[in-house]
Nanobody
Framework: VQLQASGGGLVQPGGSLRLSCAASGFTFDDYAIGWFRQAPGKEREGVACIGQSGISKNYVDSVKGRFTISRDNANNTVYLQMNGLRFEDTAVYSC?????????????????????WGKGTQVTVSS
């Protein structure tokens, strides 16, 4: 199982980035996918979750209205479109997979329950 996040970089406040999570080694559309982030000196926190079909989605309050999660099951990829980036969005962003959407949904709050994790990509918001 492999999950690889990419698309991070340096962006000014108010700017945008689109992260990608490429998956392989498992039946992608059987799994819900979540994005998580970890800032320096802080615990990892959930960002967003998407269900297997792409219809069910959930976001933590701090990113609602600014971030959009989507998936392309034909290409085994999940995206995180990030608009209106803020200094506090600076973190390493990682994607993770779990077999049920409910587990992903709960993982956003409780930070456990995801089955597979990938390496992250750095997002730095700075002027």
């Amino acid at each position: 199982v492999q999950l690889q996040a990419s698309g991070g970089g340096l962006v000014q406040p108010g700017g945008s980035l689109r992260l990608s999570c490429a998956a392989s080694g498992f039946t992608f559309d059987d799994y819900a996918i979540g994005w998580f982030r970890q800032a320096p000196g802080k615990e990892r926190e959930g960002v967003a979750c998407i269900g297997q079909s792409g219809i069910s989605k959930n976001y933590v309050d701090s990113v609602k209205g600014r971030f959009t999660i989507s998936r392309d099951n034909a290409n085994n990829t999940v995206y995180l479109q990030m608009n209106g980036l803020r200094f506090e969005d600076t973190a390493v962003y990682s994607c993770a997979a779990t077999i049920t959407y409910l587990k992903c949904y709960n993982a956003l709050r409780w930070n456990y329950g995801m089955d597979y994790w990938g390496k992250g990509t750095q997002v730095t918001v700075s002027s």
